[in-house]
C-alpha cells in the first residue's frame, strides 16, 4: 500500500477517499489514534492516511494533486 494523502481532520479523509472511489479505484483509510469527540468531525494526531495498492498510486496522487490545488484556490477566494 502506498499512502496518497493524510490529514489530521477524518472528515477531509472522507472526501478524498470518496474521491478515489469515484474514480474506480480501492484506497483505504488507516486511523491509529482517532480522538472520538464526534465521529465525523474526529482528529487523529497522527492524521488519518489515505492509501492505495501499488498500481494505483500514480492515478491517485493526481486526482489527490487536483484536490489539493481546488482546495487551495478556493481557499484564496475566502482571503
Known sequence: ???VFV???QDEAIVVKSL???????????VDGMLDINPLFSVDIKG????????EAEDALAIVADYN??????????D
Open 20 to 30: 478515489l472511489q469515484s474514480a474506480g479505484l480501492d484506497p483505504e483509510m488507516i
Open 69 to 78: 490545488s481546488r482546495k487551495g484556490s478556493l481557499e484564496d477566494e475566502e
Open 48 to 55: 488519518v492516511r489515505v492509501c492505495v495498492a501499488e498500481d
Open 7 to 9: 490529514s489530521v481532520f
Open 1 to 3: 500500500m502506498v499512502e
